[in-house]
């Protein structure tokens, strides 16, 4: 089982949910998070003064899938969550060793 960790940008959810659901992800866990990356922030203008934002909101989505998702689950979340600007965001990849669904007691992959 490997845990995909998902940093995008907010109004790309609706879609990424969507198209996740369509290749089969049956749950995942979504997080409102900030942050920056190589573009450090952004400068806007409100009532004639600029300020700068330093941490840009993203969501972060957190799925456990089997391992032979993986691969089909991050290329649905980057087709459907790039623009093609800076800061579409990031996926990250960890190896799960157990999992349990605390209400039947089942592990390991009956419990996704």
Do not use: C, N
């Not at 879609?15 to 998070?33: I, K, P, Q, W």
């Not at 203008?45 to 032979?68: A, Q």
């Amino acid at each position: 089982m490997k845990k995909i960790e998902a940093i995008i940008r907010p109004f790309k959810i609706d879609d990424v949910r969507e198209a996740l659901s369509e290749v089969g992800v049956r749950g995942l866990t979504l997080t409102e998070v900030k942050g920056y990356g190589r573009q450090k922030g952004h400068t806007e203008v409100y009532r004639g003064s600029e300020y700068h934002i330093d941490f840009l909101p993203k969501l972060k989505l957190e799925i456990v899938v089997t391992d032979h998702l993986v691969d089909i689950v991050i290329d649905t979340i980057v087709k459907t969550a790039r623009t093609g600007q800076v800061g579409d965001g990031k996926i990250f990849v960890y190896d799960v060793t157990e999992a349990v669904r605390i209400r039947t007691e089942e592990s390991g992959e009956d419990a996704l």
